[in-house]
């Protein structure tokens, strides 16, 4: 069906911010620079995994595992409890998917421009691709004695009611299950919800952390696995997936409220749908070439636009020997009609670089199209040599780029395409085109093409700014000023743009903690300087009174009003994203950091779930009266001491616990 551009812009919803953290990268630039290079960044099974050289075997067998190869992610037991307000025991607790989902959400976020505090109460959905729920099976594993309540925490369920709760998120809240398609079709339900007007802001993401080797030993059985753990995506040697790690967040707005609201558009997406195959392949696991033409067409006419406007599609892409082909047939058929010859579409596959994220697999996919789009290139799809067979190359207006590339430049916004498969024949395909943002401001990049000389455009915007940093700690708020002054540095990303937006972004754009700084400055090497200087004592050079005091208010903790600060027509640019202050959290292993400090601080360590001083109340860190009761009792019964209830009310503050444990250890009964 043809749509009228005003009904298309009406209908289209932006991308305003993403974050991700997959094998290689842990965050958006990292994947774009391994993709960039070409890098297959799959590697051995680490032993915090399993043993694979106890399950390793060339050849298929019951019990084994053909490849010794994935992908995984660095650190993912790492977590900042501290900043998500959760004690030690709880955190060891949590399912990693479910942190590691909490720090990329807040990241998108930040990426996005949106604050969280301000997005609390409102109706913004969370739509969460996930099929893995690993680290609840290695808890039941270790004996059903070992079952606690707190396991409840770890239902896949709860991995979008975790973000729901954290930001305080009142829209649909949604686990996605659909196998290798669940995060392409959570994409698809949070454009529906923000269509439907259900949704005023959406978080569409997909998770997957690969814990077990049960999986594994089920895809050698089925001969789906590769032997050498690496996606070929249309070579004749495709012979199954590499399965691997990845979280993916995209942050989703209606356009035209992108748009009013200053929002950096990163890409639009136009349309997209889901199908079944139904009984067309055959049998429940067989695809079929009816059911992915379906899907295509139906994406493309909600879209409203014609396929052969596509110029670059992510495929689902895992290099299996029968569904490669199925998929170019597929791609050839729909994206093919009224395609010149002379203008193939490129088709590529992120897991030929990072393996196959599974139910994160397809939002991995949309990152690297929205990358792609932003970038104006395509990186080379890997393990390409000799084209399968099994697809008419000639006869297909497809090709597979096998190095970087230009997009070609067609006098309009770049177009792609982002499919997804899941194992019972479930369908999705996204169609997104490049972003179109609409700065208020002088755009760096354009004045520096113009005049060639950065020096000539710093001047002539130089006014004093004020740059307001914050942080849930001192430690954290060091670390971002350092990450500031490397960011505003000559060749940090900074220097791109003009500090007054840059310092306007940060006051505005950003949610503000309780250590503070403001520093004043006229240029971006001042603005160095005064970083480098100060630390997180306030600024050394002289700036105008209004700037001065709007600074000291802030340092203070006051309300500011920034509007009035910067004046109109700023626009909202990246910034350096949130410094986390992380430890490793695993089951059995909580507890003191390094295991040392006396009993007292073990305890709080463990049940804390914030800083805290001697003067500290219990419940002002998470200990409640009900938590504070079990803590007391289980110690006191540990140390052969009766303890009497009524002494509770004595235990209010953390001084007074430790003076009480103090007392408990030096006079054992």
């Known amino acids: ?100 989902l909490m720090m990329t959400a807040w990241e998108a976020l930040e990426d996005a421009g949106q604050r969280p505090d301000r997005l609390a109460g409102s109706r913004t959905g969370v739509f969460v691709g996930a099929a893995r729920g690993d680290y609840l099976d290695l808890q039941y594993r270790r004996g059903l004695d070992a079952v606690t309540p707190s396991l409840f925490n770890n239902q896949r369920s709860l991995l979008p009611g975790r973000l729901s709760y954290v930001f305080d998120f009142r829209g649909p809240s949604m686990l996605v299950d659909t196998a290798c398609s669940s995060s392409v079709v959570s994409v698809h339900m949070a454009v529906q919800s923000l269509r439907a007007g259900e949704s005023s802001l959406a978080l569409a993401a997909g998770v997957n952390l690969k814990l077990r080797p049960d999986e594994e030993v089920l895809m050698t059985q089925a001969g789906t696995l590769a032997p050498d753990g690496r996606s070929k995506f249309g070579d004749a040697g495709a012979d199954g997936y590499g399965p691997s790690d990845g979280v993916g967040v995209v942050v989703l707005k209606p356009l035209t409220q992108a748009v009013a609201d ?34 295509l067409r139906w994406a493309y006419e909600d879209a409203g636009i014609s396929p052969a406007d596509v110029d670059f599609v992510e495929a689902h892409g895992t290099g299996s020997p029968t569904l490669d082909p199925l998929e170019f047939n597929a791609l050839g058929e729909v994206l093919g009609e009224g395609r010149p010859s002379q203008r193939p579409v490129y088709v590529g596959s992120v897991k030929t670089n990072i393996g196959h994220a599974e139910a994160a697999g397809g939002v991995a996919g949309l990152i690297k199209a929205v990358l792609c789009l932003e970038h104006g290139q395509i990186p080379a799809s890997l393990n390409f040599e000799v084209p399968n067979p099994l697809v008419p190359w000639d006869e297909l207006p497809l090709a597979v780029p096998v190095k970087l590339q230009d997009l070609p430049d067609h006098g309009r916004p770049a177009v792609a395409g982002v499919s997804g498969q899941g194992v019972s024949c479930l369908n999705a395909h996204l169609v997104v085109r490049q972003g179109e943002t609409r700065p208020t401001g002088q755009d760096p990049a354009r004045w520096r093409r113009r005049s060639g000389d950065l020096a000539v455009w710093r001047r002539r915007s130089a006014k004093p700014c004020v740059l307001p940093l914050s942080a849930r700690s001192p430690e954290a708020l060091d670390a971002l000023v ?101 430890r490793r959290y695993w089951l059995g292993e909580q507890g003191d950091a390094d295991g040392t400090g006396d009993l007292a601080t073990r305890v709080l360590t463990e049940h804390a779930r914030t800083t805290y001083a001697d003067t500290s109340l219990l419940s002002e860190i998470g200990i409640d009266s009900l938590a504070r009761l079990q803590i007391v009792l289980k110690l006191a019964n540990d140390h052969g001491y009766e303890f009497e209830v009524e002494d509770l009310a004595d235990l209010r503050t953390v001084g007074a616990f430790r003076q009480w444990v103090g007392r408990l250890e030096a006079n054992p009964v």
């Open 262 to 295: 200053g929002d950096r558009i990163r890409a639009v997406i136009l349309g997209s749908a889901v199908s079944n195959d139904g009984r067309s392949g055959g049998s429940l696991l067989a695809p079929s070439l009816e059911g992915q033409t379906q899907v």
């Open 482 to 582: 350092r990450s500031y002054a490397a960011y505003l540095a000559p060749d940090g990303p900074g220097s791109a743009y003009a500090l007054r937006d840059i310092c306007h972004s940060a006051a505005t754009r950003r949610q503000h903690h309780p250590h503070r700084l403001a520093v004043v400055a006229a240029s971006h090497e001042e603005m160095v300087e005064e970083l480098g200087a100060v630390g997180t004592k306030g600024g050394r050079g002289k700036a105008p009174a209004h700037l001065s005091t709007a600074a000291q208010r802030y340092r203070d903790g006051e309300s500011v009003d920034w509007d009035e600060v910067f004046g109109q027509r700023c626009r909202y640019v990246p910034l350096p994203g949130h410094p986390w202050r992380t």
């Open 1 to 100: 069906m043809k749509r009228s551009t005003a009904d298309i812009e009406a209908r289209s919803i932006a991308v305003i911010g993403l974050a991700c953290r997959f094998p290689g990268a842990s965050g958006a630039d990292q994947l774009w620079q391994l993709m960039r290079d070409g890098s297959d960044v799959t590697s051995e099974t680490p032993p915090e995994r399993y043993d694979v050289d106890t399950l390793y075997s060339p050849s298929p067998g019951p019990g084994r595992i053909t490849s010794r190869r994935a992908g995984y992610v660095q650190g993912m037991a790492d977590f900042d409890a501290e900043f998500f307000e959760m004690s030690s025991t709880e955190a060891a607790e949590l399912d990693p998917q479910q942190r590691l």
